[in-house]
């Protein structure tokens, strides 16, 4: 057995109606004054009053900051600092999909020390300790409530990460009852960024260990066991369940096993057309799978049962039955399928590929080196 380090989230609840509970799990970590980092439409659906209303009722007033937007900009993360220093917050609570619980762990850093998040880029660069965190998920895809990252956009078409251990939250709070109001669309791009989060920590070339792959299958199969029903049935309670483990479990996997070149492809369509990070995955995912073939034929045939297919034992038979299945589940949720479908153009491509190779520290974890020229084919595959 290879050696290896696996870290994670302290404690995970997972339990219908465990957000009636918060003001318990503010208390244990001692929290008096904590901010709710939230997105406004989410705050519109009415979703995040009865948490407010317990807080208050607990006697635990809540300072709210709703202005996160997809993809969070360094201005929106300044201005959240900025309020939490202002109200001299002790403990804070991110609510919401990916974007907002990762601007939620980057204030719990910065409400405790002055500087701004350009001083953390990078890894391992956070010297300090943090406030308190708790991270809600109300979608099923990003994992953010597990792993150590934190993205947030740098300049017009630009993001940059900061990954530290120190963003891994003192609790992740799984309620499924947050998630039955996600829209089809919303749960099928989530759910696939999901099962690409699997894929790519159980195929990363840096990091790969027992314990993300045990995750990584695991993932899989409540993830495609419970994706379509989930979208075509956002009332069922059961399908919600499975989606929202199944994302958390496979944002411990890449958490631990990095992933590579389809998210690397993907960051540009969304710096550059603002597709959502789901959807980007998705609209490269069974290009990029056919381009590591060659090299990752075997692994995609070891996923192959995981996702409720039956190998036959011939390694390409059953890694192109991977793809293809793949491919089923991205139909199946009515998902854009084409980079034209989306706003992109033939004549931005090279641009594309160009960006996609600014995205290193990703390319570095696929099972098959991927050049700018390669970038370019896999883009003109997917248009």
């Known amino acids: ?159 940059a990460g900061v990954v530290s251990s120190k963003l891994l939250p003192d609790l992740a709070l799984l309620d499924v009852e947050l998630t039955l109001g996600l829209p089809p669309a919303v749960t099928a791009a989530t759910g696939i960024d999901a099962m690409v989060h699997a894929i790519e920590a159980f195929t990363s070339v840096q990091r790969k260990n027992v314990y993300s792959d045990m995750l990584a299958v695991k993932a899989l199969q409540l993830l495609s066991a419970n994706l379509v029903e989930a979208v075509r049935n956002g009332g069922n309670r059961e399908a919600r369940s499975g989606m929202l483990l199944g994302a958390m479990m496979a944002g411990q996997a890449f958490a631990n096993a990095p992933v590579a070149a389809v998210h690397a492809l993907a960051y540009p369509l969304g710096g550059h057309f603002h597709v959502s990070h789901g959807l980007s995955n998705s609209l490269v995912l069974p290009h990029v799978l056919r381009f590591n073939a060659p090299q990752a034929a075997s692994l995609y045939a070891e996923l192959l049962p995981g996702i409720g297919g039956v190998g036959s034992g011939d390694v390409e038979a059953d890694c192109a039955a991977f793809i293809v299945r793949m491919e089923g589940f991205i139909s199946a949720t009515a998902l854009p399928r084409r980079l034209r479908d989306v706003g992109v153009g033939e004549a931005d491509l090279p641009m594309l590929a160009a960006d996609a190779m600014l995205q290193q520290r990703l390319l570095v974890n696929n099972p098959r080196p991927v050049a700018e020229a390669d970038a370019l084919a896999i883009y003109r595959s997917a248009y």
């Not at 997972?14 to 003001?23: S, W």
């Not at 619980?101 to 956070?126: C, M, P, R, W």
């Not at 010297?127 to 993205?151: D, M």
């Open 1 to 159: 057995m290879h050696d290896f380090d696996f870290a994670s989230t302290a404690k995970v609840v997972c339990r219908p109606g465990a957000a009636a509970d918060l003001a318990r799990f503010c208390r244990e970590l001692g929290m008096q004054r904590p901010m709710l980092v939230t997105d406004a439409a989410l705050l519109a659906t009415g979703l995040v009053d009865a948490v407010i209303a317990g807080l208050d009722r607990a006697g635990l007033p809540v300072l709210v900051y709703s202005d996160v937007q997809p993809d969070p900009p360094e201005a929106v993360v300044s201005s959240c600092a900025d309020k939490a220093r202002e109200h001299a917050i002790d403990g804070v609570i991110g609510f919401g999909g990916g974007s907002s619980l990762d601007v939620a762990k980057l204030i719990a850093v910065l409400a405790a020390a002055d500087g701004s998040v350009a001083d953390y880029f990078g890894i391992e660069q956070i010297a300090g300790e943090r406030l308190p965190l708790i991270l809600v998920p109300t979608t099923a895809g990003t994992g953010s409530e597990v792993t150590p990252i934190s993205i947030i956009t740098t300049g017009e078409h630009t993001k």
